[in-house]
């Protein structure tokens, strides 16, 4: 039997796991849909066969409006997020250039934790890719990739990215009109565990402005996560990103990896674990101006980082503020 629910919400990123957590807060029947195989979107986390974690999607977030800067206090005290203390940098050919000015927090142990421990609670369907709505008795029927019926709703939000929220909210113009203009920018990821330990460098994170990089981190620097053995995510830019798109994913993470090793001068260091990713909507190239999308007439709702404010902390204050309209409706 399929759920019946007040309120369906497709994608179980930050927006997802907000939106649910406050509607059912409240009340409201809720089911989240989501077509990989957990929580966390691109707050993501890659466990390799030998047991390593790679944060490979955001790398830390933010916490500048105080609604989300008192969900982060109660996070922090619940041990979900940490700071992470380590040095970050700008990388410069004439030297770095200190930016440990900002906090950055990170989930603990891992980015896709906090999705999990937000959702701990309510019903999570995983492997469930929303492909279509169907309005039957004013009702909205989610349908999967073999035209199977995934789950009956009175109200249907996405939380997809632009593109992908598009595709599924054909039925309102509103909706769609405004997550066709948006356009999300890929990133190529690779995920890298060093023979030896890079000691020499003297940061944990840096943003880069040349070449194919654009963001360097040592991913095992950051809290919860295991010291003994080093791992780094390097992350590519949006050209380099789509100019490689189709390149092998060895070929994507061992480029990466040596343009990494000659900008630091560790070219003798191999990696023992290479693995790349490819994020086809890595982060908005402009945002849309509203935080939530509501077409009340068909019950469709529509939000995420690329509504209002970008980023974990945009996907956040999108979640909540949908969550906040729906129930004020
Ligand atoms: C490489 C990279 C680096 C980043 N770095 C940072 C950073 O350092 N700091 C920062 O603040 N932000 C960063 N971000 C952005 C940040 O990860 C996002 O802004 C935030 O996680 C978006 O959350 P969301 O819930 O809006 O979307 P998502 O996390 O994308 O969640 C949407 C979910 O919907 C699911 N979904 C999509 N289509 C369907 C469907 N048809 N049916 C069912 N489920 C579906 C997806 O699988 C996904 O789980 C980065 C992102 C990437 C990719």
Redesign the pocket.
């Known amino acids: 039997m399929q759920p019946q629910v007040d309120i369906a919400i497709?994608?179980?990123?930050?927006?997802?796991?907000t939106t649910a957590n406050h509607l059912a807060a409240s009340g409201a029947k809720v089911c989240v849909?989501?077509?990989?195989r957990g929580?966390?979107?691109?707050?993501?986390t890659r466990r390799t066969e030998n047991q390593l974690r790679f944060d490979?999607?955001?790398?830390?977030?933010?916490v500048r409006d105080p609604r989300f800067k008192a969900a982060a206090e109660n996070w922090e005290k619940q041990g979900h997020i940490a700071l992470w203390q380590g040095r970050i940098v700008e990388w410069a050919e004439g030297g770095l250039i200190d930016k440990t000015n900002d906090q950055r927090y990170v989930a603990t142990p891992a980015m896709n934790v906090l999705c999990k421990e937000t959702l701990a609670d309510l019903p999570l369907l995983t492997r469930?890719?929303?492909?279509s709505l169907q309005r039957v008795n004013n009702r909205w029927q989610l349908i999967g990739k073999e035209g199977e019926l995934l789950c009956d709703a009175d109200w249907v939000i996405?939380?997809?990215?632009a593109e992908?929220t598009a595709?599924?909210m054909i039925a309102s113009k509103q909706i769609l009109q405004a997550a066709a203009e948006v356009r999300m920018l890929p990133?190529w990821?690779a995920m890298i565990a060093p023979e030896n330990p890079l000691d020499a460098l003297q940061f944990d994170g840096a943003f880069i402005n040349e070449g194919p990089l654009r963001?360097v981190a040592r991913n095992s620097s950051k809290p919860g996560r295991d010291p003994s053995q080093e791992t780094w995510v390097l992350?590519a830019g949006p050209d380099w990103s789509k100019a490689h798109w189709e390149n092998e994913r060895d070929s994507v993470a061992a480029d990466l990896w040596l343009n990494f090793s000659n900008m630091v001068g560790s070219n003798a260091v191999k990696p023992s674990v290479a693995i790349a990713h490819r994020?086809r909507?890595?982060?908005a190239e402009a945002v849309h101006a509203e935080r939530c999308l509501i077409d009340r007439n068909l019950r469709l709702a529509a939000?995420?980082?690329?509504c209002g404010g970008?980023?974990?902390?945009?996907?956040f204050l999108?979640?909540l503020e949908t969550a906040e309209q729906l129930l004020a409706c």
């Not at 929580?39 to 993501?44: K, L």
């Not at 469930?128 to 492909?131: G, I, P, R, S």
């Open positions: 497709i994608g179980a990123g930050l927006a997802g796991a849909l989501e077509k990989s929580a966390g979107g691109r707050m993501a490979h999607g955001a790398q830390y977030f933010t469930a890719e929303v492909k996405s939380t997809a990215p992908q595709a599924i990133c990821a963001w992350h994020w909507y890595a982060l939000c995420g980082d690329w970008p980023r974990v902390e945009g996907a999108s979640g």
